[in-house]
């Protein structure tokens, strides 16, 4: 056949053979063929030999297609891969070797393994590839870019509690205080407390918990608008002029993350050594150790100029920094909020109001920007209870003996004439022994 006659080589022994042929045309000598393809002249020697008594094909290796002497047998080699199937479908080549070797007794390479587990076809559980990751410069300013985060932990080494921190991208200066959890509140409160003492900055790195970005699907009408929902955080940022940049994934705002892991071993051996155990004097710790720990580990921006804008006054501050919700204004005037009902007390033409909830608890109700009168109403009717309702005395109607109803009963409840019978005639000697 036609197949027969076709060689299958390596670029090397193709290389090999165009070398030996120049060898036995006698162009070039043996020691310069052997520095050509790199083997001794004996080699050389012997490939001519082979090439001269079997041809071309004599340049091919002996041991190709033949199994090598320190293959697995096949027996072996079933066996693991039915037990992989059986016992370790779910394990990776690693893993699945060592335990082949320590149960089994079956000793076999992992990338052995692998390798019979790609001939066979075999599925197994594989690393996820390590994505691709581009280093970020710093920014150049401070204040042009801080990133905020909260790690849970347990910073005093009782019950977990959150730390919200944020830091600046330029010159790595954190600035952080500690809440029951994180949650809307505390970012409020903890980012109004670095206002006040840095100012605002320009933007901030965050990532995409539910505080921070809304999950909330948007209207028809939104989408036709363009419009991008925000959380309550998310609205005061931009409120705030403050723009706001969303991680993929936790290495993308690594310098935070980083600080954690920093603060969860440093952090808590300071406030060990000094005996802190609650929230309130752990504030009072970080008021005196950040600025200490900025001093020392904090950078120089590569450019001069603070880029933080003036703090606003703190009512407005209060005002912007805040949950707001809109609530409908019923015909009475009234609305309910935190299952509580209010009165407002101004005469205003307008269907829905705004409450203001503050970091303190107390409330606040406006309607375009105007801050409105308003009550809460803490007297409200009871309802009647089921158990009362049940109570209640009802007067019951009970149908003469004559009623229709009577037989409608006895004719539902006898199927055959003679029942119907025997129960007329029971009820009529009932009647006469009463009377």
Known sequence: MAREDILKMSRKEIKRLHIIKKVIEREITQREAGSLIELSTRQVRRMKARVQSEGEEGIIHRSRGKPSNRAIAKEIKDKALKLFEEKYHDFGP???????FERDKIKVNDETLRLWLNERQISYKKRKKRPHRQWRPRKEYYGEMIQG???????FEGEECALMCYIDDATGIPFGRFYEYEGTFPAMDSFKQYIKKNGIPQSMYLDKHQTYKSNK?????EELNGEIPLSQFGRALKELGVKVIYADSPQAKGRIERLFSTFQDRLIKEMRLRGIKTIEEGNKFLGWYLP????????????????????????ELERILCIRTERVLRNDFTITYNKKL????????????VVEEKFNGSVSIRYKDVLLKFKEITQRPEKITREEHKNKTMKIFRPAKDHPWRNYVIN????TCSQKEKAIQSEKELLLTKT
């Open 342 to 353: 209010y009165q407002i007390e101004d005469n205003v033409r307008a269907k829905k109001v």
């Open 292 to 315: 200490v720990y900025g001093k020392r580990f904090g950078v120089k921006p590569s450019k001069e100029g603070d880029l933080h804008r003036p703090k606003l006054k703190d009512a």
């Open 217 to 221: 699907r948007l209207t028809i009408e």
């Open 412 to 415: 539902s409840k006898f199927s």
């Open 149 to 155: 985060d909260a790690s849970h932990h347990n910073w």
């Open 94 to 100: 690693t893993l699945a070797s060592e335990k082949l």
